[in-house]
């Protein structure tokens, strides 16, 4: 008969909101081996035992939650997000205080080591116009005390910089020794960081010293109870400003408390603002959708045959913006999509939609070009014609997984559950370690409150990602690695 770890999965819950349902046990334990090692126990489960029974110290258990959170992270990730502050939301909020003297104040949420904190503060930074008599002011909250010591020292290896931008070392950083860069003191100066238990509403509305204009809270609610994840939004949005913006991860946006908020369509990431404020700016809204990356090599073309090829029942040609525009010829096709794929790769959407019109309308069935339209247009939040560039690209290629996949994203948004679901089959019958297929699975079964089958399909996940070296970008995943979204759905846990 297996340990019953229970009584100390509650006191998790009841002390930081952590969600360890049985199916996750096994992950518990190998978190819990360097805790239970620094707090002097023989192995993981007779720690677990020990403080399921006899309620731990506050030492104890701040070396427990160090252990069990997720501290690890880097500058300006999921850079969409970054994008969308610079040149749209700091610009918006200008725009309504009408050029008056004022503070831009954000909020990082579970901000780990920093690295968040201080890119949102480069990011606002970058964003006032010269003479702007603005002011900026970022605060970072963590439950782990260690990792916000971290981040007040503003000390990184290059690690924390993978993927950032080339300019953000040498702009914002100093050498601070071998494999070291420290943040420079004019945005240090910008950045308070505090320790506060998110689910603790009157430490996080202390720590954010009255209303927020942005607040990032990304890649914690995967980690939460229902019921703490809605008392975490439910204090978010008493410190969010009436014309605030919300930054969640892509993989967050099916938490039933963000219906508190509205999404922004045509975000290229995961946006939310106020329902009030969103009825005055009378913005569009709708869950944004994340693409897939790459093109992926066809398995064969037997699978045509299947029902893969049930997804894309029309040839008809997809309508191009700019259609009138000079038209590539030759070898010039492939310039176009390597140009397009860079540009969907630094989250210029639009841009890479106008590259692509001149080809689409010199070759209306091109399937690469379809598929980097349907991509460029889902991240804008047009699921109708990406959907249609979707099928497009589909009919000419049923056996493109990435391809399949967006087609699950894209019906996903539109509320299809079911033919989401059977277009995540299709992915991992063409590609079967295409392991955010499984993490869409995951999820669906999540919301329908089917666990067993989201455990199996949780647990092939994380197979498929262990499969792969740390620092692959896993297909589908926006730039994501292996490593970062094995960290996700395995908790972190030593192996």
Same mark, same amino acid.
């Given at each position: 008969?297996?340990?019953?770890? $229970?009584?100390?999965?509650?006191?998790?819950?009841?002390?930081?909101?952590?969600?360890?349902?049985?199916?996750?046990?096994?992950?518990?334990?190998?978190?819990?081996?360097?805790?239970?090692?620094?707090?002097?126990?023989?192995?993981?489960?007779?720690?677990?035992?020990?403080?399921?029974?006899?309620?731990?110290?506050?030492?104890?258990?701040?070396?427990?939650?160090?252990?069990?959170?997720?501290?690890?992270?880097?500058?300006?990730?999921?850079?969409?997000?970054?994008?969308?502050?610079?040149?749209?939301?700091?610009?918006?909020?200008? +725009?309504?205080?009408?050029?008056?003297?004022?503070?831009?104040?954000?909020?990082?949420?579970?901000?780990?080591?920093?690295?968040?904190?201080?890119?949102?503060?480069?990011?606002?930074?970058?964003?006032?116009?010269?003479?702007?008599?603005?002011?900026?002011?970022?605060?970072?909250?963590?439950?782990?005390?260690?990792?916000?010591?971290?981040?007040? @020292?503003?000390?990184?290896?290059?690690?924390?910089?993978?993927?950032?931008?080339?300019?953000?070392?040498?702009?914002?950083? !100093? %050498?601070?020794? %071998?494999?070291?860069?420290?943040?420079? %003191?004019?945005?240090?100066? !910008?950045?308070?960081?505090?320790?506060? #238990?998110?689910?603790? *509403?009157?430490?996080?509305?202390?720590?954010?010293?009255?209303?927020?204009?942005?607040?990032?809270?990304?890649?914690?609610?995967?980690?939460?109870?229902?019921?703490? #994840?809605?008392?975490?939004?439910?204090?978010?949005?008493?410190?969010?400003?009436?014309?605030?913006?919300?930054?969640?991860?892509?993989?967050?946006?099916?938490?039933?408390?963000?219906?508190?908020?509205?999404?922004?369509?045509?975000?290229?990431?995961? =946006?939310?603002?106020?329902?009030?404020?969103?009825?005055?700016?009378?913005?569009?809204?709708?869950?944004? =959708?994340?693409?897939?990356?790459?093109? *992926?090599?066809?398995?064969?073309?037997?699978?045509?045959?299947? @029902?893969?090829?049930?997804?894309?029942?029309?040839?008809?040609?997809?309508?191009?913006?700019?259609?009138?525009?000079? +038209?590539?010829?030759?070898?010039?096709?492939?310039?176009?999509?390597?140009?397009?794929?860079?540009?969907?790769?630094?989250?210029?959407?639009?841009?890479?939609?106008?590259?692509?019109? %001149?080809?689409? &309308?010199?070759?209306?069935?091109?399937?690469?070009?379809?598929?980097?339209?349907?991509?460029?247009?889902?991240?804008?939040?047009?699921?109708?014609?990406?959907?249609?560039?979707?099928?497009?690209?589909?009919?000419?290629?049923? $056996?493109?997984?990435?391809?399949?996949?967006?087609? *699950?994203?894209?019906? !996903?948004?539109?509320?299809? *559950?079911?033919?989401?679901?059977?277009?995540?089959?299709?992915?991992?019958?063409?590609?079967?370690?295409?392991?955010?297929?499984?993490?869409?699975?995951?999820?669906?079964?999540?919301?329908?409150?089917?666990?067993?089958?989201?455990?199996?399909?949780?647990?092939?996940?994380?197979?498929?990602?262990?499969?792969?070296?740390?620092?692959?970008?896993? @297909?589908?995943?926006?730039?994501?690695?292996?490593?970062?979204?094995? &960290?996700?759905?395995?908790?972190?846990?030593?192996?």
């Amino acid at each position: 008969m297996s340990a019953d770890f $229970t009584p100390f999965c509650d006191l998790l819950a009841r002390a930081a909101g952590l969600h360890y349902p049985r199916e996750k046990w096994d992950d518990l334990r190998r978190q819990m081996r360097p805790a239970a090692r620094e707090l002097g126990y023989a192995d993981a489960e007779q720690c677990i035992l020990a403080l399921g029974e006899t309620p731990p110290s506050p030492a104890q258990l701040g070396v427990v939650l160090h252990h069990l959170t997720i501290g690890e992270s880097y500058f300006f990730r999921d850079p969409a997000s970054f994008t969308y502050l610079q040149q749209h939301v700091v610009p918006d909020l200008l +725009r309504r205080r009408g050029g008056a003297a004022t503070t831009i104040t954000v909020l990082s949420a579970g901000c780990s080591q920093g690295q968040e904190a201080y890119s949102a503060a480069i990011a606002v930074q970058r964003a006032l116009p010269a003479g702007s008599r603005c002011t900026v002011s970022v605060v970072g909250a963590d439950l782990d005390e260690a990792a916000v010591r971290t981040a007040e @020292r503003g000390v990184y290896t290059s690690w924390s910089f993978r993927g950032a931008p080339e300019w953000l070392l040498s702009q914002y950083f !100093l %050498p601070h020794g %071998p494999d070291r860069y420290e943040i420079i %003191p004019a945005i240090r100066a !910008l950045v308070t960081f505090r320790r506060a #238990n998110l689910i603790d *509403a009157a430490a996080v509305r202390g720590v954010a010293g009255g209303s927020a204009d942005v607040v990032f809270c990304r890649n914690v609610m995967l980690y939460l109870t229902p019921e703490a #994840n809605d008392r975490v939004l439910s204090t978010l949005e008493t410190v969010l400003a009436d014309d605030g913006t919300l930054f969640v991860s892509p993989t967050e946006t099916g938490v039933p408390g963000l219906s508190r908020f509205c999404p922004v369509r045509g975000a290229g990431t995961a =946006v939310f603002i106020k329902k009030a404020s969103f009825a005055e700016a009378g913005r569009q809204a709708a869950s944004p =959708v994340r693409p897939a990356r790459r093109r *992926a090599a066809s398995p064969g073309a037997a699978v045509a045959r299947r @029902r893969a090829a049930g997804a894309a029942p029309s040839s008809a040609r997809v309508p191009v913006d700019g259609e009138r525009r000079r +038209r590539p010829r030759g070898d010039a096709f492939d310039e176009v999509l390597t140009e397009a794929r860079g540009l969907l790769e630094r989250g210029e959407y639009r841009e890479a939609e106008e590259r692509l019109a %001149p080809l689409l &309308a010199a070759q209306p069935d091109h399937s690469g070009a379809l598929a980097l339209a349907a991509r460029a247009w889902a991240d804008r939040g047009l699921l109708q014609k990406a959907r249609d560039a979707c099928r497009a690209a589909l009919r000419a290629d049923p $056996t493109d997984a990435e391809q399949q996949y967006l087609w *699950a994203m894209i019906h !996903l948004e539109l509320g299809d *559950a079911e033919e989401a679901a059977a277009a995540l089959r299709r992915t991992l019958y063409l590609d079967g370690g295409f392991a955010l297929a499984y993490c869409g699975l995951d999820a669906l079964a999540r919301s329908q409150g089917r666990l067993e089958e989201a455990s199996r399909q949780r647990a092939r996940a994380v197979a498929a990602l262990r499969a792969l070296p740390a620092d692959a970008v896993v @297909r589908g995943g926006a730039g994501t690695r292996a490593g970062e979204l094995l &960290a996700m759905m395995a908790s972190g846990g030593e192996a």
